[in-house]
């Protein structure tokens, strides 16, 4: 896809260094700092109030920090220079419903001048059957989203930043848009950030990750890497017993490592739970796994709802989401995801692999089962647990 190129040239879409925005008492974001590389599809994922509109705002220029540096494409994005870059797609997708869908387009041509690509905008809303002249307010909410996205995509922005552009479609409209996201992040490189609840989706889509929690970034890096660095153990477990010290009703209580057995305690353990006898950790790898335990790749959404159900669980920054100008490093030397974890060595559970074979080339398409070992990495970071 054209975000390869992004990748090759190491290019930068948006840098934040000690990111912070105060609504009157109230920090909405506080210390942020990461890279996201260009050309990238990056979800934006955490729990309502965890600050992605707030950040998706700062990164547009909508809103100024309170403290802190944000770069989009090297620019101050409130500049003119960083604005011309950046489409902002917010949660309303502001349009004025009396206008209808040309009137729409003219006025976002004569609103871009220079910078506007009318036949991608019209292609966009006829390929959704969306008709030209009719009221934008008498249109479907799918429909209405579709004309949104002509305007941001005709701006041919560098940057396409989605506050929750899938929730009001039905299954074909997300379907539909989530096909235009990777066409667009393929033919044009531009880089997409998708604020989303809707996790089962965003597999499919995205191949850079984001995980804001209590306005703090908490996991950032490629889906590969961060889903490579984890595994879901199960197995059955205190069905003699009851459930182990540490885990009631179905999640842990304290240490999320509390009561477990050592094999799996002996990782970074961010959620456990017990159901009907089967215990199921999802944990961050620190060597190789041993013990009774089936050893499972977790798709995106299991990784990121136990990480939802785990606010205390210790950030994971990959090498690639940190700050890539060494003088603009707000914590020189963040550890992240060294590249070559130790090798599974004799008796070690073998993991299998239930994802998408190709994240980095994201896709919609189904999660063929590819058994056998996967090459971990080893996570010694500020988040592993010693
Ligand atoms: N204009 C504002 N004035 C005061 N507080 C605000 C304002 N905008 C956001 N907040 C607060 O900042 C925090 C982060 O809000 P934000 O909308 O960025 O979160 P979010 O992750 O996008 O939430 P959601 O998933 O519900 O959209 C919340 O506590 C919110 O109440």
């Known amino acids: 896809m054209g975000g390869r190129t992004g990748r090759a040239s190491g290019r930068t879409a948006i840098e934040v260094i000690g990111l912070g925005k105060r609504y009157r008492r109230r920090w909405a974001l506080r210390d942020c700092t990461f890279r996201l590389p ?7 994922v955490g729990p ?3 600050g992605k509109t707030t950040l998706l705002s700062l990164a547009s220029g909508l809103i100024r920090p309170t403290e802190g540096v944000v770069r989009a494409g090297g620019a101050d994005p409130a500049t003119a220079s960083g604005r011309v870059r950046t489409a902002h797609l917010t949660q309303g997708k502001p349009l004025y419903p009396r206008l209808t869908v040309a009137e729409t387009l003219r006025m976002g ?30 249109l479907s909410a799918g429909r209405r ?3 949104a996205f002509a305007l941001a995509l005709a701006k041919e922005p560098e940057l396409l930043l989605l506050d929750e552009p899938l929730a009001d479609l039905d299954p074909l409209g997300r379907h539909q848009i989530a096909g235009l996201l990777l066409a667009q992040a393929a033919e044009h490189g531009t880089t997409i950030v998708l604020a989303s609840h809707v996790l089962a989706e965003l597999d499919g889509i995205c191949d850079y990750l984001l995980l804001l929690g209590g306005g703090r970034v908490r996991l950032a890096g490629e889906v590969d890497d961060v889903i490579g660095a984890h595994a879901l153990l199960m197995g059955p477990h205190g069905t003699s017993g009851g459930p182990p010290q540490g885990i009631a009703g179905g999640s842990p209580r304290g240490s999320a490592a509390a009561g477990l057995p050592p094999e799996i305690a002996a990782h970074t353990v961010v959620d456990a739970q017990l159901t009907a006898g089967q215990l199921t950790a999802l944990v961050r790898r620190k060597g190789p796994f041993t013990g009774p335990w089936e050893a499972v790749e977790p798709s995106l959404e299991e990784l990121l709802l136990a990480y939802l159900r785990a606010p205390d669980a ?17 914590k020189p030397g963040v550890p992240g995801l060294p590249r070559n974890g130790p090798a599974a060595g004799a008796g070690a559970v073998p993991v299998t692999r239930t994802g998408p074979a190709g994240r980095g080339t994201p896709h919609p398409a189904g999660r063929p089962a590819v058994a056998g070992p996967a090459v971990y990495d080893q996570h010694n970071g500020k988040g592993a647990v010693a």
Do not use: F, K, M, Y
């Open 38 to 44: 260009a050309g990238r599809i990056c979800a934006l």
């Open 48 to 50: 309502s109030g965890a």
């Open 109 to 138: 041509r004569e609103l871009n001048p220079g910078r506007w690509n009318g036949a991608r905008a019209e292609r966009i809303v006829r390929d959704g059957q969306v008709p030209l002249d009719a009221r934008v307010g008498t």
């Open 145 to 147: 989203t579709r004309v």
């Open 314 to 330: 210790p950030e994971l920054i990959a090498p690639s989401a940190e700050p890539a100008s060494p003088r603009l490093r707000h």
